[in-house]
């Protein structure tokens, strides 16, 4: 069965602060990474899509690398607007379904 | 907006009774995906249809059902509902493997 293990739980950060959030998996066969943002009482927003250790995607002030155990998402200079909760998928190979990790929730103070 | 659009947004019934959650996809996408949402489960996928048919199973329960109609919306059915049941659900389509889109859910809850 796919596991997804997500670190830390929550992250305070002060505006301008970079980060890091890890997404940790256990997949027969990873198809592919993705990482989700979700803010209170909505769906999940899809962000990136990652197939391949050493790949890397970039949108804004976020950016996901994937390794072949880990993936992990960088927040630079965060704005409170970046506050949500992050989360993270696997999709093993011959799967549909997406397996989820519990979440990092974000909290950035101005 | 993730051009998933699901109905009702919220939901409040009783113990036993019976609901009807509905979803229609992205246009152009044949793969409509049902999650559940609760505080200590997290995201938790149920089904899978694609294009009509039943694709794939998680962990769902003998009393909730799903199906996906020729116009390719999809309805997922709850009954007995139990406390328990209390929870988000989202509608996700594809257009086959890959990223998925998420719908803003519908929130139920059973007193």
């Known amino acids: 069965e796919d596991q997804v293990t997500q670190s830390p739980e929550a992250l305070r950060l002060q505006e301008g602060e970079s980060s890091s959030l890890n997404c940790s998996y256990t997949?027969?066969?990873?198809?592919?990474l993705f990482w989700y943002r979700q803010d209170p009482g909505k769906g999940p927003e899809f962000l990136f899509t990652l197939y391949s250790a050493g790949e890397e995607k970039e949108k804004e002030r976020l950016k996901a690398t994937l390794t072949k155990k880990e993936s992990f998402l960088h927040i630079t200079a965060p704005k409170p607007e970046d506050s949500a909760t992050y989360l993270c998928a696997v999709q093993g190979n011959g799967d549909y379904k997406l397996s989820f990790g519990a979440g990092t929730t974000v909290t950035v103070r101005a | 907006d993730s051009g998933v659009t699901q109905t009702p947004k919220h939901l409040i019934t009783a113990t036993g009774q019976r609901v009807t959650l509905r979803c229609s996809p992205r246009s152009g996408d044949l793969s409509v995906y049902w999650y559940q949402q609760s505080l200590d489960q997290g995201l938790q996928f149920l089904i899978q249809y694609y294009n009509g048919e039943e694709r794939a199973k998680g962990n769902i329960l003998e009393r909730f059902s799903a199906q996906q109609f020729p116009d390719l919306h999809s309805e997922l059915n709850l009954s007995s509902l139990e406390l328990g049941d209390s929870a988000l659900y989202f509608c996700a389509s594809s257009v086959g493997r890959g990223e998925q889109f998420f719908g803003p859910g519908t929130r139920l809850t059973v007193l």
């Open positions: 997949v027969s066969g990873l198809r592919g």
